[in-house]
């Protein structure tokens, strides 16, 4: 069984609470990253996603420079530990509507599970699944699967 500690790709960006939603834009597009972790120290206070910034600072018309993280961010965040399975990632992100699982190791934030990052480690999983497939089909067809040129080996 899968964890997500295993296929967790995205690596963990923060922001502070007292930053301004300018800046936390600034290092989303820099990190090339949907969301990041507002901590506090080793505290986990919150994510502050792309979805809070157009809701709630551009739909409302607040300054980006002037509203704090604070003021917009989501607090009470869906998080997992490094441990939790993959199954149990996927049922949290599709229950509670969420693109972005906090990750934490013992309570302290770790990283990030994308639902982009779970949709690469199925798709993975998935051509693996395929090309074993190919291979035991071509294997009881007769035919040598690595010989992809046509030719055959010593002759």
């Known amino acids: 069984m899968a964890i997500i500690g295993s296929l967790m790709k995205t690596d963990m960006?923060?922001?502070?609470?007292?930053?301004?939603?300018?800046?936390a834009a600034r290092t989303m597009a820099q990190n090339q990253v949907g969301a990041v972790l507002v901590v506090d120290g080793d505290a986990l206070k919150g994510?502050?996603?792309?979805?809070?910034?157009?809701?709630?600072v551009v739909a409302e018309g607040k300054d980006p420079a002037s509203t704090k993280v604070s003021e917009?961010?989501?607090?009470?965040?869906?998080?997992?530990?490094?441990?939790?399975?993959?199954?149990?990632?996927?049922e949290l992100q599709l229950a509670m509507g969420v693109r972005h699982l906090p990750v934490t190791d013992g309570g302290k934030p770790v990283g990030v599970l994308s639902s982009r990052d779970f949709l690469a480690y199925v798709v993975e999983g998935l051509e693996r699944v395929v090309?074993?497939?190919?291979?035991?089909?071509?294997?009881?067809?007769?035919?040598d699967p690595y010989d992809h040129i046509g030719g055959s080996y010593g002759k």
């Open 13 to 23: 960006v923060t922001v502070s609470p007292d930053d301004s939603v300018a800046e």
């Open 131 to 143: 090309d074993q497939i190919r291979y035991e089909k071509q294997l009881g067809e007769g035919e």
């Open 47 to 56: 994510i502050l996603s792309e979805r809070d910034v157009v809701s709630r």
């Open 72 to 90: 917009v961010a989501t607090e009470e965040v869906v998080g997992v530990e490094v441990e939790t399975p993959a199954r149990k990632c996927a």
